[in-house]
């Protein structure tokens, strides 16, 4: 039976253009995050990008499969600077409206292999247009020199992060 574990929390309090978790212990088998997180870009959509140790060189590659209508889409970028992993909510939207996800980061203290990563998120629709909504599923990889992962670093696609956004990280083992 899998043994969740409470690495980090972190809420804001008022905008963070950046949120971390560092000195991420190697003692786990894999990591988990959940996320709600809305940022102050204008439109009502957009992701959340991350970097791994630091790493901001073309070391990602992530594919996207996300419904923001009646018409399914899916779209892949490789060598880029940063992943992404999730919806993020924008100000376009209902105030108190916020995104909603969960991410696996598997094998993340293997220092043998890549790491990869897949989430799914959701922003609902709480607005009387009926396109503002998004349901994503992303899956990706960090192909930079294998390391474990010790350090996790957020921004939002544009803009920064608002108040009462939260990440919660967890160590998860025997799963």
């Not at 990602?60 to 996300?66: A, E, G, V």
């Not at 998004?134 to 920064?160: F, H, K, N, R």
Request: proline share 3%; net charge negative; aromatic share 12%.
């Amino acid at each position: 039976m899998a043994a969740f574990t409470v690495i980090g929390h972190h809420e804001c309090t008022t905008t963070d253009a950046v949120v971390t978790f560092a000195s991420i212990p190697s003692s786990y088998d894999h990591l988990m995050m959940t996320l709600s997180v809305r940022a102050d870009h204008a439109t009502y959509e957009s992701g959340v990008n991350v970097n791994f140790n630091n790493d901001t060189g073309s070391n990602y590659s992530y594919t996207r499969l996300q419904a923001l209508s009646t018409t399914p889409a899916s779209s892949r970028v490789s060598g880029t600077a940063y992943g992404q992993w999730c919806a993020c909510a924008g100000s376009s939207i209902l105030a108190n409206t916020f995104a909603s996800a969960v991410v696996w980061v598997p094998h993340y203290a293997n220092t043998a292999n890549f790491k990869s990563w897949i989430s799914r998120s959701v922003i609902p629709n709480t607005s009387t247009t009926d396109s503002q909504w998004a349901v994503q599923v992303e899956a990706g990889l960090w192909s930079d020199t294998p390391a474990a992962i010790s350090e996790i670093d957020m921004s939002p696609a544009s803009g920064s992060f608002v108040q009462y956004s939260n990440f919660t990280l967890y160590g998860v083992t025997g799963a």
